[in-house]
């Protein structure tokens, strides 16, 4: 009898109320809102490449039921909204991973790699551990003037990634020349651009992208910016959706619609045919989330030579690169990668050039290419093939 009691403690579950009702809080009631149809099981990419898929529906449960336990697999999401686009109750599945994950910092329960994340968020203003007062390096030799908006019509917005990263700087190169040959009168903030906060909120500390989003809305109210455009979808998408409603004195584009305004209105012409064909990868935060499919295809219609090729899973079913969520600073092991096997969707296309808009997707999709060198092709940012046409 004993041992019976002592087997049934240790399968015993407490629900936690307090728990439930936190959630229902952070999530705006979306986590009651699950019926618990498995579709985001079904839908996450996780189940193309792990024998154990993600069991998106489970973590909705267990939060429904108020338990919250060490879960490894809560950080495995990407944040890539693929759920989202086919969930029949419409529930903002993102929203309630993020509440999910707010709740584990505060239990302390947390992956390894992102503690130090979000230090060096708050003591380098930047989440790649890299010191601020290189933020501007990239652009030396570029006459980038710091935005003033009585001349400038646009802040260029940089991020983290393409202030720091070697090979995201190169997309934020390609873009500033663009921009200069199109006679596009813009300026930067130089080492004084602030973090955007994105990361924090992906990784689900809220008060803490909070807190960055207000410094970051006041330096733009200080700094008279009314219209800014972003490298990163990331940037773009936390700029429209997450900051304070009253910060909203200014308007953001991603590069890619900015660019695609300029053609309309005969700013931009591309005058080098580049003669290859390309197939375009949408970045998850740029088109399902922020739901901008055309214009950098637009873009890369507008340049003679250029015919365009659509893999299988485009648009709307586009597979996720798997660099969001804040999986850019957690170890994804090799053949468990999206973007393995987006480099074979795109090899299926017979294209050359395999383009995005993401520098998240341009080093996920290149980190995979390596790994399959049998892959004749190239990973250019959309803004790179647009450098080269002119």
Known sequence: MPEIDKQAERETMLLDDACWEQLVELTNGEVALCFQCGVCTATCPWGAVKEQPL?????????????????????????????????????????????LRTVAWQHRNTQEGLPSMLWSMFWNDNPWDQPPSQRNAWSKGLGIPRFDPKQHEILFYIGCTSSYD????????ALTRVLQRAGVNFGTLGEEEPCCGEAALSVGHEEYFKELAWQTAEVFRRRGVSKLITVSPHCYEVFTNHYPKNSHIFTTQHYSQYLASLLDDGRLEFTQAIDQQVTFQDPCYLGRIGGEY???????????????????????????????????????????????????????????????????????????????????????DVVEIAARAL
């Not at 070697?166 to 190169?173: D, P, T």
């Not at 017979?350 to 996920?364: H, K, R, S």
């Open 55 to 99: 069991t998106v529906r489970r973590l909705i449960r267990q939060a429904q039921l108020g338990l919250q336990r060490e879960n490894g697999n809560l950080w495995l999401c990407t944040t890539c909204a693929q759920c989202e686009a086919l969930c029949p109750r419409g529930v903002n599945i993102i929203q309630v991973i993020r509440a």
């Open 166 to 173: 070697n090979r995201a700087q190169q997309i934020a190169v």
């Open 294 to 380: 055309a214009a950098p295809r637009k873009v890369l219609s507008a340049i003679p030579g250029v015919q365009l090729l659509e893999m299988e899973l485009s648009a709307d079913e586009s597979l996720c690169c798997g660099g969001g969520g804040g999986r850019m600073w957690l170890e994804t092991p090799l053949g468990e990668r999206f973007s393995d096997l987006r480099i074979k969707h795109a090899e299926k296309t017979g294209a050359e050039l395999l383009a995005t808009a993401c520098p998240f997707c341009v080093t996920c999709l290149e980190d995979s290419l390596k790994s399959q060198p049998s892959i004749r092709m190239q990973v250019l």
